[in-house]
């Protein structure tokens, strides 16, 4: 028996580079709020500014400023890769659960509704 997951996988693959092209806009809209986007055009948009200035305060400044920005890129895609991996092993995880011992997560699931159906009832 074929899982959701395994059919997404599947489709994913057949449409070559796992999908790339088609998640990237999705992926950098998830991954990067449009405040962090808006932040960085507009840190960028200073460095081509002051890119011309001669002073040498400004000039180390700006080489400052830009290796920051490049480290923070990078934090964040390192941030945005170790949560979709940890997403994806999680998920793999609690198919092979599921699949190793399915009355078990079926008397799981009816025990955590009954719960919160007694909650809810309760207020």
């Known amino acids: 028996m ?3 997951f395994e059919r997404s996988t599947e489709h994913a693959r057949k449409r070559g580079n796992n999908g790339e092209a088609v998640k ?3 992926r950098e809209k998830a991954t990067a709020p ?3 986007r808006d932040l960085i055009a507009d840190v960028e948009d200073l460095i081509k500014k002051v890119a011309n200035v001669s002073y040498a305060e400004v000039a180390r400044v700006r080489e400052r400023l830009q290796k920051t920005l490049a480290a923070a890129k990078s ?7 170790t949560a979709r991996t940890y997403a994806h092993d999680a998920s793999v995880a609690a198919d092979e659960y599921v699949r190793e011992r ?11 509704g009954a719960l919160i159906g007694f909650i809810a009832s309760r207020r």
């Open 2 to 4: 074929e899982t959701t």
């Open 34 to 36: 449009s405040e962090w």
């Open 75 to 81: 934090s964040a895609a390192v941030g945005a890769h």
């Open 102 to 112: 399915p009355w078990t997560t079926v008397g799981l699931a009816a025990a955590a």
């Open 24 to 26: 990237r806009g999705r």
